[in-house]
């Protein structure tokens, strides 16, 4: 029998709708403190969180620290279904700037809040709160990095991109388009235009910069794109129908029905089928022995960016409840993650085909959660840069793919001459959400494709670890031939069968 953690007890306990004194730190609700005896580092901090609950909001706090470009080395998690708690140590990734202050800020916003802290907290939409698309197009002259600084502006701006349309003329003019929605829900407003319009100026470092934001045409939204609104409620209002078991209801009724191939396509979960990618070795085991209440879900892995978040949005995808979650990072990388689960009627999970699929699923969370793909396209006269990763349950991308993308892209001194971000539906699974897509074409400076094998796989490593922060991308590719005499900046063949590669709308 596994040995239960010291602070087990926490999540048994019975609310008094209140938070202990050790989290009532001049009852803040978020603190980020810096560490006993690493106070001269400021790349480390102690995140404190002690708010009212509220089911799926694991993962909205793990996914802003994902934005903050935060990799979690140690946490503990607790939660009665009234009041939950956060401790977590937070490191920066390799190359990341810190923005403590305004962490603290943007957590805030996410934390639920109450007036009577003696009752269970439930979530009810402002039709108010509902964010409208806006298109924010940015005419300027082409250079090295510019996509990457616009995107890092953009977050600094509180704005977040959900679709995005980038082109290179033959003048070295770019036209980017960003549909976006405003967290602080103040677009239109004048003084928010101004805002944001001379923060993108200010990036551009270009007096003759043209910059608009207006209202986005319907007809351009995707209509999975614009459902942002963070969407949780507390678990005693969670759904007792839960999401797993019509999984497995369905895969059964396609087996039965003799659609094996369909069955099997439904369970793919695992997320590295890239071409350069391998297999990592993820450790899952689930214990129904240490307590009658709770499955025990103990998860061994290689550490990296975002890999709580994956864990958490796993869990809320699926409405599966934490009651308690302990993050460890070991020696050599390793990270160990315990996690006490619930169905959401309050029970352990006992049937073993949902413990099966709920084993794969968090597998299919733990290896690298987006698809990268290089290669040659339009008959090998541009190289393409695909990486996708799937939405959540509030129809929120992935954090930070197109900044991480593209600054591995600087570091590699790659260019790109276009570049989409769009969602695009899996037609005919209503199992599996959207997906969200950033594809760029890519080239050296002088023009050139990327042509050996070994370009392409050092673009992946680079891109790879960028996303999950493993290490910082490398500057240059050593596999990379010789230079070749220049070429026009933009060649006549890659400005030909640019007609074929469409972006969606």
Same mark, same amino acid.
């Given at each position: 029998? $596994?040995?239960?953690?010291? =602070?087990?007890?926490?999540?048994?306990?019975?609310?008094?709708?209140?938070?202990?004194?050790?989290?009532?730190?001049?009852?803040?609700?978020?603190?980020?403190?810096?560490?006993?005896?690493?106070?001269?580092? &400021?790349?480390?901090?102690?995140?404190?969180?002690?708010?009212? /609950?509220?089911?799926?909001?694991?993962?909205?706090?793990?996914?802003?620290?994902?934005?903050?470009?935060?990799?979690?080395?140690?946490?503990?998690?607790?939660? %009665? @279904?009234?009041?939950? *708690?956060?401790?977590?140590?937070?490191?920066?990734?390799? @190359?990341?700037?810190?923005?403590?202050?305004?962490?603290?800020?943007?957590?805030? #916003?996410?934390?639920?809040?109450?007036?009577?802290?003696?009752?269970?907290?439930?979530?009810?939409?402002?039709?108010?709160? *509902?964010?409208?698309?806006?298109?924010?197009?940015?005419?300027?002259?082409?250079?090295?990095?510019?996509?990457?600084?616009?995107?890092?502006?953009?977050?600094?701006?509180?704005?977040?991109?959900?679709?995005?349309?980038?082109?290179?003329?033959?003048?070295? #003019?770019?036209?980017?388009? *960003? +549909?976006?929605?405003?967290?602080?829900?103040?677009?239109?407003?004048?003084? $928010?235009?101004?805002?944001?319009?001379?923060?993108?100026?200010?990036?551009?470092?270009?007096? %003759?910069?043209?910059?608009?934001?207006?209202?986005?045409?319907? !007809?351009?939204?995707?209509? &999975?794109?614009?459902?942002?609104?963070?969407?949780?409620?507390?678990?005693?209002?969670?759904?007792?129908?839960?999401?797993?078991?019509?999984?497995?209801?369905?895969?059964?009724?396609?087996?039965?029905?003799?659609?094996?191939?369909?069955?099997?396509?439904?369970?793919?979960?695992?997320?590295?089928?890239?071409?350069?990618?391998?297999?990592?070795?993820?450790?899952?085991?689930? &214990?129904?022995?240490?307590?009658?209440?709770?499955?025990?879900?103990?998860?061994?892995?290689?550490?990296? #960016?975002?890999?709580?978040? /994956?864990?958490?949005?796993?869990?809320?995808?699926?409405?599966?409840?934490?009651?308690?979650?302990?993050?460890?990072?070991?020696?050599?990388?390793?990270?160990?993650?315990?996690?006490?689960?619930?169905?959401?009627?309050?029970? $352990?999970?006992?049937?073993? %085909?949902?413990?099966? !699929?709920?084993?794969?699923?968090?597998?299919?969370?733990?290896?690298?959660?987006?698809?990268?793909?290089?290669?040659?396209?339009?008959?090998?006269?541009?190289?393409?840069?695909? =990486?996708?990763?799937?939405? %959540?349950?509030?129809?929120? @991308?992935?954090? $930070?793919?197109?900044?991480?993308?593209?600054?591995?892209?600087?570091?590699? /001194?790659?260019?790109?001459?276009?570049?989409?971000? *769009?969602?695009?539906?899996?037609?005919?699974?209503?199992?599996?959400?959207?997906?969200?897509?950033?594809?760029?074409?890519?080239?050296?400076?002088?023009?050139?494709?990327?042509?050996? =094998?070994?370009?392409?796989?050092?673009?992946?490593?680079?891109?790879?670890?960028?996303?999950?922060?493993?290490?910082?991308?490398?500057?240059?590719?050593?596999?990379?031939?010789?230079?070749?005499?220049?070429?026009?900046?933009?060649?006549?063949?890659?400005?030909?069968?640019?007609?074929? +590669?469409?972006?969606?709308?």
């Amino acid at each position: 029998m $596994r040995e239960k953690p010291a =602070v087990y007890a926490s999540p048994l306990k019975r609310s008094t709708g209140r938070a202990p004194n050790a989290m009532d730190v001049d009852e803040e609700v978020v603190s980020v403190r810096e560490i006993s005896g690493h106070a001269d580092n &400021d790349r480390m901090r102690e995140v404190r969180i002690s708010c009212p /609950d509220a089911t799926g909001l694991g993962c909205d706090i793990t996914r802003m620290l994902l934005d903050f470009g935060l990799i979690i080395t140690q946490g503990d998690i607790s939660t %009665d @279904g009234k009041w939950v *708690f956060f401790i977590l140590k937070v490191e920066l990734a390799a @190359g990341v700037s810190p923005h403590w202050k305004l962490l603290k800020t943007r957590l805030e #916003k996410v934390c639920p809040t109450t007036n009577n802290t003696h009752t269970l907290w439930r979530w009810h939409s402002n039709p108010k709160d *509902f964010q409208h698309p806006f298109l924010l197009q940015v005419t300027s002259y082409d250079r090295r990095g510019v996509l990457h600084d616009l995107m890092h502006t953009l977050w600094e701006s509180d704005v977040v991109v959900f679709k995005a349309h980038v082109t290179t003329g033959p003048s070295e #003019k770019v036209l980017d388009m *960003f +549909w976006i929605y405003d967290n602080r829900c103040e677009l239109p407003d004048n003084h $928010r235009v101004l805002e944001i319009s001379d923060r993108v100026r200010d990036c551009l470092q270009q007096q %003759d910069a043209e910059c608009s934001i207006t209202p986005a045409p319907p !007809e351009t939204c995707d209509e &999975d794109s614009t459902s942002t609104i963070i969407k949780r409620c507390a678990c005693k209002d969670a759904n007792p129908a839960s999401p797993l078991r019509k999984i497995i209801s369905s895969k059964k009724h396609l087996k039965g029905s003799g659609g094996a191939a369909a069955a099997r396509a439904a369970s793919a979960v695992t997320s590295e089928s890239d071409e350069y990618g391998k297999q990592e070795e993820v450790l899952v085991a689930v &214990d129904n022995c240490t307590t009658t209440a709770y499955s025990l879900v103990n998860i061994m892995c290689h550490d990296r #960016k975002g890999l709580v978040y /994956d864990l958490m949005r796993t869990m809320k995808d699926i409405q599966i409840r934490v009651a308690y979650g302990k993050i460890t990072v070991r020696e050599k990388g390793m990270c160990e993650v315990d996690l006490f689960i619930q169905e959401p009627d309050g029970t $352990r999970i006992n049937d073993m %085909d949902l413990l099966d !699929e709920l084993v794969e699923r968090i597998r299919g969370a733990v290896l690298l959660p987006v698809r990268i793909s290089v290669k040659d396209v339009y008959d090998g006269t541009c190289t393409e840069l695909l =990486v996708s990763a799937n939405l %959540d349950s509030g129809g929120r @991308g992935r954090p $930070r793919v197109t900044y991480d993308v593209t600054a591995a892209l600087n570091h590699m /001194d790659l260019c790109v001459f276009m570049a989409d971000v *769009f969602i695009e539906a899996r037609l005919g699974d209503t199992e599996r959400r959207p997906q969200e897509l950033h594809r760029f074409l890519i080239h050296y400076k002088d023009g050139r494709r990327l042509e050996s =094998v070994g370009e392409k796989r050092a673009v992946y490593n680079s891109v790879r670890a960028q996303l999950t922060g493993t290490q910082q991308a490398k500057r240059s590719m050593a596999t990379s031939p010789q230079p070749q005499p220049p070429t026009q900046a933009v060649p006549l063949s890659l400005m030909q069968s640019l007609s074929a +590669w469409k972006w969606q709308s």
